[in-house]
């Protein structure tokens, strides 16, 4: 999920947003000042190498997400795509409601003046999101400790080589 906000000297920035729907966690929030299929690859590559492969990916319908290089990457990963209908925010229930507390809790009080700036204070949030603020929707409890934890590394060795030796890089 991407939105674009100001940052103070008048220049946007786009946020692609990753959670996870079952533990509520936020996976990732890459601010840059714009975004492009090649980031999204990148920044699926690296989640899938931690935490393994999805079953799909439910995403709106921005070019970064619907690119051919993408879909057929993920096809390759057999990761199947969900993308939601235009104009259907409501199917992307848990991204929507994740970016609207984003909005409300750091986004509306803030004033970035640098990409930077605005880089380390979502991170910062998104760690306090994950560790310390509890979630109603999971018994008040954060969804950190919830998130499922591997020990087989094999099994974590073959998902990085599959993910690597498609990533055309």
Same mark, same amino acid.
């Given at each position: 999920?991407?939105?674009?906000?100001?940052?103070?000297?008048?220049?946007?920035?786009?946020?692609?947003?990753?959670?996870?729907?079952?533990?509520?966690?936020?996976?990732?929030?890459?601010?840059?000042?714009?975004?492009?299929?090649?980031?999204?690859?990148?920044?699926?590559?690296?989640?899938?190498?931690?935490?393994?492969?999805?079953?799909?990916?439910?995403?709106?319908?921005?070019?970064?997400?619907?690119?051919?290089?993408?879909?057929?990457?993920?096809? $390759?990963?057999?990761?199947?795509?969900?993308?939601?209908?235009?104009?259907?925010?409501?199917?992307?229930?848990?991204?929507?409601?994740?970016?609207?507390?984003?909005?409300?809790?750091?986004?509306?009080?803030?004033?970035?003046?640098?990409?930077?700036?605005?880089?380390?204070?979502?991170?910062?949030?998104? $760690?306090?999101?994950?560790?310390?603020?509890?979630?109603?929707?999971?018994?008040?409890?954060?969804?950190?400790?919830?998130?499922?934890?591997?020990?087989?590394?094999?099994?974590?060795?073959?998902?990085?080589?599959?993910?690597?030796?498609?990533?055309?890089?």
């Amino acid at each position: 999920q991407t939105c674009a906000l100001p940052i103070l000297n008048g220049k946007k920035f786009k946020m692609l947003t990753v959670i996870d729907e079952y533990t509520r966690e936020s996976l990732e929030i890459l601010t840059e000042h714009s975004l492009k299929a090649d980031d999204v690859l990148a920044v699926l590559a690296k989640l899938f190498v931690e935490k393994g492969l999805p079953d799909y990916i439910r995403s709106d319908n921005g070019p970064e997400f619907t690119a051919q290089k993408v879909k057929d990457w993920l096809n $390759k990963l057999g990761v199947k795509t969900a993308y939601i209908t235009p104009g259907s925010p409501w199917e992307n229930g848990y991204n929507e409601r994740f970016n609207g507390i984003l909005r409300d809790e750091v986004l509306n009080r803030e004033a970035f003046y640098t990409i930077i700036e605005a880089k380390v204070i979502i991170e910062q949030w998104r $760690k306090q999101y994950n560790q310390i603020r509890p979630h109603g929707s999971l018994g008040y409890k954060t969804p950190a400790p919830r998130s499922r934890v591997t020990n087989d590394t094999n099994v974590n060795y073959i998902q990085c080589l599959k993910v690597e030796q498609h990533l055309g890089a």
